[in-house]
C-alpha cells in the first residue's frame, strides 16, 4: 500500500454540477503519491452517488451526518490527514495538471515556508475566462492587512502549523482568518504561475449566498488586523475600512472632500504601524511599493467622482510634492483631451496634443 506524501482536502456540499471535473483534476495529477479526502457535508443532491462512482485506492470519503459548515469540516478534514503537507481543493475548480509537483516541490525546498498559493485563472460557470489577477508575492503582506489576496483552493500548507494557530476559527471568511493567523508566525509565498482554474457560481458562499455574512466579517477582521499593527484601541470610519478594501461607495456617498484626506492619511499612518512590527514575510521595500500602488488606486478612484477644481485641491492635500506636478499635469491634459473631443471631433484632438 502506497504511502502517501500529501493530502489533499476537498469539502463537498451539493457540488454535483462540477465535481467530477475538480476530482477528474486531482486524480490527473503528474505528482500521484496523496492521498485525496473528500468530506461531504450532507449533500442532498447526486454529489456522493458521483464520488462513489470513482475507483481509486487515493480517494478516502468521509460522510458527515448533519451539515456542519466549511470550517468544522476542514478541521475534521485536518485531523484525519496522514501527512505534514495538506493542500486544498474545492469541488467546482480545476487543479492544473502540475499543480501538486510544484507546490510539494517548493515546500520541501523551503521547509521555514508554512504556506504556499498560486495565481488562477478566474472562470465562469461555463468555463469562459473572467480575469486574472496580476499580483506580486512580496505585496501580498501588506494587502493581506485588507483584503484576502490569496485564493483558498490554491494552497496547501503545514499541517502542523495550521494546528499550532488555531485551525479554521471563523464561521465566516474562514479562509481571511486562517492566512491572517498563520502569516503572523510564518512565512508564505504565491507563486506566480496560474495553477488552479477558480470558478464562480451562483452557488459561490462568499460572493452569493452568504455574501453580507462574509463582508459583515471581513469588516470586524480587517479592524482586528489594523489594531494589532495601530494599537487594541485604533479605530476608524467604516467608510475608511470598506475604502481600503476597494468598495468606494460609501465613502463617495458622504461627499465630503475633507473625509477623504483623512481617509488617505489614515492609510499612510497605518503603513507606518506596520513597517515597524515585526513579521517574517517584512519586507520594508516590498511594504512601502504596495502601500503606494494602493494609495495611488484609491486616490484615482476616488478623484474621478469630483471636479476639475476639487481634484487639484484633493490632490495637492494627499500627494507627496514630487509626484503632484505629474499628477496635475496628466489631469489637466486628460480634461483637455475631453473638451477637444466634444468640440472638433477624435482627428483635431490627436493633433493638438501632439
Not at 44 to 63: E, M, P, Q, W
Not at 256 to 281: A, F, H, M, V
Request: a neutral charge.
Amino acid at each position: 500500500m502506497m504511502v502517501p506524501k500529501l493530502t489533499v482536502l476537498m469539502p463537498v456540499y451539493n457540488a454535483g454540477k462540477f465535481l467530477a471535473e475538480a476530482i477528474d483534476s486531482i486524480l490527473g495529477q503528474t505528482f500521484e503519491e496523496f492521498e485525496f479526502i473528500i468530506i461531504d457535508d450532507g449533500s442532498t443532491d447526486n454529489s456522493v452517488a458521483i464520488i462513489h462512482s470513482y475507483d481509486d485506492s487515493r480517494i478516502r470519503l468521509y460522510l458527515n451526518e448533519v451539515n456542519m459548515g466549511i470550517s468544522a469540516t476542514l478541521n475534521k478534514g485536518i485531523g484525519l490527514a496522514r501527512t505534514s503537507l495538506i493542500a486544498r481543493m474545492d469541488a467546482d475548480d480545476n487543479s492544473y495538471p502540475n499543480r501538486l509537483q510544484v507546490q510539494y516541490t517548493f515546500m520541501l525546498d523551503n521547509p521555514d515556508c508554512a504556506l504556499v498559493s498560486s495565481m488562477v485563472k478566474v472562470v465562469g460557470e461555463d468555463g469562459r475566462f473572467i480575469r486574472q489577477d496580476k499580483m506580486r508575492s512580496e505585496h501580498i503582506y501588506y494587502n493581506l492587512t485588507f483584503i484576502c489576496w490569496l485564493y483558498h483552493p490554491t494552497v496547501m500548507y503545514r499541517k502542523e502549523a495550521v494546528q499550532e494557530v488555531g485551525l479554521y476559527a471563523a464561521d465566516y471568511s474562514e479562509d481571511f482568518e486562517l492566512f491572517w493567523q498563520l502569516t503572523r508566525k510564518y512565512r508564505f509565498y504565491n507563486l506566480p504561475e496560474v495553477l488552479l482554474d477558480y470558478r464562480v457560481t451562483d452557488q459561490s458562499l462568499h460572493q452569493v449566498l452568504k455574501k453580507e455574512e462574509y463582508e459583515s466579517a471581513q469588516q470586524q477582521q480587517v479592524l482586528r488586523n489594523l489594531r494589532y499593527f495601530a494599537g487594541s484601541y485604533y479605530t476608524i470610519p467604516s467608510s475608511f475600512i470598506q475604502c481600503y478594501r476597494h468598495n468606494f461607495e460609501p465613502l463617495i456617498a458622504e461627499q465630503n472632500l475633507g473625509l477623504w484626506i483623512s481617509c488617505i492619511r489614515e492609510l499612510d499612518y497605518i503603513t507606518q504601524c506596520i513597517l515597524k512590527k515585526y513579521n517574517p514575510n517584512l519586507e520594508a521595500e516590498s511594504v512601502k511599493l504596495a502601500a503606494r500602488y494602493k494609495r495611488e488606486f484609491i486616490i484615482k478612484a476616488l478623484a474621478q467622482h469630483l471636479s476639475l477644481h476639487s481634484q487639484v485641491w484633493f490632490r495637492i492635500r494627499v500627494e507627496p510634492i514630487i509626484s503632484l506636478a505629474g499628477s496635475i499635469k496628466s489631469l489637466l491634459k486628460s480634461k483637455l483631451r475631453c473638451i477637444t473631443v466634444l468640440r472638433f471631433g477624435k482627428s483635431q484632438t490627436a493633433r493638438q496634443l501632439k
